[in-house]
């Protein structure tokens, strides 16, 4: 075991602050990772902050981050995939059963007893829960770490593992989108994600918001058409027209606007999570033979391949990068969507925490 230097909460109403963290030493199935930049997701927030207590409640101290690029240090003498020197990325698990159904179908997400990036028991004992990415170093199982394409910029591929595969997986998994038209609700973290991912996979994308300001923004990141959608005239327009929607509002919103927008067999598909339970029309989805479904990450074979996409696509998120010393100021700007479009902690800043 070795000690680390890491930002950490100690209660929900904490500042985040250097500390100390224990990291294992690499089993032969480990990889040991210099951490080079850490995206910050909204449910790092969530999780701080302890809003999602009733469903997964947070233990203290906590150190967030699951977007995580770094550099190989060290490897286990079963590691056959990884050198030192490689770039590598985390996202939100580092482990699961490797036996269940869906493990053995390379659906980790979707694994009963998975282990999160963080806040998550630690099956090896070094602490009582798992610490996340706002850390110099992380040890890894090597199943769980992904390559890197070396060439795109670091600080924008740190998103891709969580907001580049929570958008990345749903559009592949619904099917062959090339000249369909594909709807994004929301230009956020991961409404810009989609935008990407469904113009280089060759749709007509159109974008959906409630602010007119983010009309020149969404057009520059590819969309075909920006809708108004509190603007009942250009909603009608495109009634009865999709055929997939990407859901990405976690507030609590009307889904029944955008169930309308859909063609015969659309499919709109929810990404965010609004924390309210979202009223739906029978009658919405009747007519039309539409489906509403959900989706969150994807497993490690999904994930690399969204890394591939991204590496030959030159897709990367468009981030805001900061030193970790101004985290607490970009929780409190995240919290008030300030922000285009994701925050990337330079994590060689640690060294000066």
């Not at 500390?19 to 850490?38: K, N």
């Not at 591929?157 to 609700?185: E, F, H, N």
């Not at 280089?200 to 409630?210: D, E, P």
């Not at 981030?319 to 902690?345: G, H």
């Amino acid at each position: 075991m070795f000690m680390a230097k890491a930002y950490s909460a100690v209660s929900a109403t904490s500042p985040l602050a250097s500390a100390q963290i224990p990291r294992r030493d690499p089993t032969p199935r480990d990889v040991r990772i210099e951490i080079l930049y850490c995206g910050i997701c909204h449910s790092d927030l969530h999780a701080v902050r302890d809003e999602w207590r009733n469903v997964m409640p947070t233990v203290y101290p906590i150190v967030p981050g699951h977007e995580i690029v770094g550099r190989v240090a060290r490897v286990g003498s079963a590691v056959p995939q990884f050198k030192p020197g490689d770039l590598v990325g985390v996202g939100c698990l580092v482990d699961s059963d490797h036996s269940c159904p869906n493990c053995r179908d390379g659906l980790e997400q979707l694994c009963p007893n998975q282990t999160l990036t963080f806040n998550s028991p630690d099956k090896h004992k070094t602490a009582p829960v798992t610490y996340g990415g706002y850390s110099e170093s992380i040890v890894v199982d090597e199943h769980f770490v992904l390559h890197v394409p070396p060439h795109l910029d670091l600080a924008g591929v740190a998103p891709l593992l969580c907001a580049g595969i929570t958008t990345y997986s749903p559009m592949r998994r619904w099917g062959d989108i090339q000249g369909k038209k594909i709807g994004v609700v929301g230009l956020g973290g991961l409404g810009h994600m989609g935008v990407k991912f469904a113009r280089a996979f060759g749709a007509q994308v159109v974008v959906f918001t409630t602010s007119p300001g983010k009309k020149a923004d969404a057009l520059r990141l590819g969309a075909d058409a920006v809708v108004l959608s509190t603007n009942p005239e250009e909603m009608r327009q495109h009634a009865g027209s999709f055929d997939f929607i990407l859901d990405t509002i976690a507030a609590d919103h009307d889904i029944n606007a955008f169930i309308n927008m859909l063609g015969r067999d659309g499919n709109i598909t929810l990404v965010g999570a609004p924390e309210k339970p979202l009223a739906v029309s029978a009658f919405a989805l009747l007519f039309g033979r539409r489906s509403l479904s959900g989706s969150i990450i994807g497993g490690l074979t999904e994930t690399q391949e969204m890394l591939d996409f991204c590496g030959t696509h030159n897709i990367t998120a468009d981030v805001e990068v900061i030193p970790i010393q101004e985290v607490n100021a970009a929780y409190e700007r995240l919290a008030k969507s300030d922000v285009k479009y994701r925050f990337a902690i330079d994590m060689a800043s640690i060294k000066s925490a």
